[in-house]
Each structure stands twice: as structure tokens, then as C-alpha cells.
């Protein structure tokens, strides 16, 4: 990948989470400056990456995948940073999946060479630059997903007036009555994938798709049993799909995204035994990061779901955190943040207190203690409620972890990378 225009765009203090009046600097450079969070060099409310907890999420997966034999092509819609991109195909993702052409061509432009749409492509304005995308660069691998007989005659015609060389590679989708995309029956699922080899030399059928990630059910344990008979639909479509002989020539790839049931994706599609090579590819967006909410949840229950995980050493940390400050201590109980809905994510729970810090005191931040709570969120505010007898005072400064990282990152351009003391390595673009 190239990085160079990121790491050599030119940034300032328009830009949210960079020091009121810092002269124009070029983004890679923002590591030679020495900020420090802590010091308060970087105006609050600010979100940050810890370096080490992104070191350590790469590893955990890299142990995981080799345990599943699967391999990732992770949501790039989580972070849309092409730098963590990067850092992902460092580690070994087989590509980066996406969920829109913009995001596509902002993959593109930086040289993400392998990436999988994990939607349905129905604008011809669209179809033709990705036509154009893949005649001009040979190399380019590129996957998107039909669930319809309309849906494969729209892409087949676009690559009729669009020829680019060579066929345009679909996944068949399934899906589930309530759900979202995706064929609900084996049948559609069939004359779907019928139709796709018949669309040949402009489209090739190369493997079966779904999303699990946002099953209904009341308990844990009914969207587990939901999820599981889901994929199992998955199966039987690929199954079919082979004893049928539909898919085209090389591995056959069974997909289901999301970054909570990745060991159950694993577990079930990597028992497919079609008579094809198979590629089974996990999506999880959110394991490089993590979270301190909804996927630190989820992780543990994934970890009692596949005994096996516990033994690949210390499980997921979480990397963002958004800081801020007290502003105000109007009652004994309640507290105001000085960060809100334009800064964190709150749609799966409001961002919960984990340290605190005070102006000028040496040392780490210290926890925060029991009782401490946001409760409520404005645009550039958060109440919390604490203890009467808590510490904190107008001023303070306090790190708060989120819940959903894709629903914070895109309320940053930039993010800085810190090491463990909080000084600045490094700083991510987003691109949302």
C-alpha cells in the first residue's frame, strides 16, 4: 500500500484534536513533537489509540486464525483508515472488506489490492468506474455479493457495456426472513447461482456469503441457536451450489461477516467438506480495536463458546479512548464531561470512565472508582453521576472507553497513536 499522501497531507489546527494554533505540519510528522496527553499538549475532548492494545490484537487474531485454518479479510468499514489497513495486511489478512464504493475507492486510491464488497452493487454509475477499476489494474481482486435474479441481470449488462477483461466476481447471499440482504430460501439461493454461472464470461459464481451478526432473539442463547441454524443455511446453499457444479474454477469461499460470532463462522463453515477447495474467510471489523463495551462483552462469551481461544494468551484489549475533562461539579452526585455525541459513540451504551488524571500530577492515571457513570449525553456534553465522595474536581481529566468503535471513528479525522504513558507516536487518517 501507499501511504505517502496521508502520511505527507498537511494538517493544522482545523482539524479537530490538533493544539489551537500549531502551525501546518505534515501528518507523519506528528510523532517528533513530544505531545503527551497527559501534559495536556492536545486539546480535549480527544480520541486516541493505544499502540500496544493494537500490537496485541494483531497477534491474538493472527493466533486465532491459525487455530480456525481460517483467514480475515476484516470490516475496513470500522475504522476507514487506510494506514490500519495496512497494518491488518502487515499481519496477514488475506484482503480488506468494505461496505460502499466510496469506501472501495478511498481503498483503492492508497493500493488496497484484494477487497471483498460485502453488498450489492445496483448504480451504474457506480459499476462503471469498478469496471474501469479492474480493466485498468489486472492485479486488482475484487468480490461483491447478488441475492436476486434482477440483481445478477444488472451487474451482467454492466459488464457487457464495461468489459473489463475478465468476469466479475460475485458470492451468492443469504439471508433470513426479518433480516436484511440475502436469498431467505436454498431455492432462491439456487436459480440466484444459476443464473450467475449462466451470466459467464461476465460474471463468475465464486462462493456463498452472509451476514449473522445482528440475530433476533431474547437471550444469549437464542441469537447463538439463530446464528447457528443460519449458517448452517449457509451450508446447505454451498453444498448445493457444488453438487450442482455452479461455482467457478478455484476455491470455493464461504464468508459470514460480523465480530461477535467469528468462532461460531469458523467452527460451522470450516466444516462444509464440499467436494472443492474451499476458502473460509471471517470479516471481524472491531478486533483490531476492540472496544470497553458491546465487543468486550461478546468476546467473553465468545471465549466460554470456544474453550480452544482461552489458550492463545491474553484476550482482546481495548484500543480507543476518548478523554476529557470536568467542566462542572454542579451537585454533589453529578459531574459534566466536556465530550458528547459529536465525540463518542453512544448508540450501544454511553462511554464508560475508566481513569482520571489531575493537572500537573505526576505518574499514570488512576482508575476511576465504583459508582462512576455517564448517564446522559448532549452534543458536546456528558452527564455523570459519582459518588459524593469522589475525587474528581473541575479540571480533571478523564479517559473513557467506548462501545461500538465505528460509531467513534467516524467522528475523527485524525486519531494520534500514544504508547503507554500517552505520548504521541503516530496518528491514524480516517476517511468516512
Known sequence: MDLTEIETGVVDDRW????????????????????????????????????????????????????????????????????????????????????????????????????????QIVDEGALAWLLGELGRDPAFDFYCLVD????????????????????????????????????????????????????????ALRGVEGFEGIPPGATGAEQEAHVEAFLRFLLDIARAGDAEGLFAPGPVILSAGGSTYYDMVADLLGSAALNRETLLVLRSGCYLTHDSGVYRVAFRRLLERTPEAQGLGTGLQAAPEVWAQVQSRPEPTRAILS????????????PAPLWWHRPGAAGAPQPVGEGHK???????????????ASPLAVGDRVGLGI???????????????VDDGYTVRGAVRTFF
Open 16 to 119: 479537530k484534536g490538533l493544539p489551537p494554533g500549531v502551525a501546518p505540519f505534515r501528518l507523519g510528522e506528528i510523532g517528533g513533537f513530544g505531545w503527551n496527553l497527559l501534559r495536556g499538549d492536545l486539546p480535549l475532548p480527544a480520541a486516541v489509540l493505544k499502540d500496544t492494545a493494537l500490537t496485541h490484537n494483531g497477534a491474538w487474531m493472527r493466533r486465532f486464525l491459525a487455530l480456525s485454518g481460517a483467514v480475515i479479510a476484516p470490516h475496513g468499514k470500522t475504522t476507514m483508515s487506510p494506514q490500519l489497513f495496512a497494518r491488518q495486511l502487515a499481519d496477514g489478512a488475506w484482503g480488506i472488506t468494505l461496505g460502499t464504493l466510496h469506501q472501495v475507492a478511498v481503498a483503492r486510491r492508497h493500493g488496497v489490492p484484494r477487497i471483498l464488497l460485502a453488498n
Open 148 to 203: 436476486s435474479l434482477s440483481g445478477v441481470r444488472l451487474l451482467a449488462d454492466a459488464a457487457r457495456r464495461h468489459p473489463a477483461g475478465r468476469p466479475l466476481q460475485v458470492l451468492v447471499e443469504g439471508g433470513y426472513r426479518g433480516g436484511r440482504t440475502g436469498c431467505r430460501t436454498l431455492g432462491e439461493a439456487l436459480a440466484v447461482a444459476a443464473a450467475a454461472k449462466a451470466a459467464s464470461p461476465f460474471l
Open 339 to 350: 465530550l458528547g455525541k459529536r465525540d463518542a459513540s453512544y448508540d450501544s451504551g454511553f
Open 374 to 388: 455517564v448517564v446522559a449525553m448532549n452534543d458536546q456534553h456528558a452527564y455523570l453521576d459519582l459518588p459524593e
Open 403 to 417: 462501545s461500538h468503535p465505528c460509531l467513534t471513528f467516524d467522528k475523527w479525522q485524525i486519531l494520534p497513536v
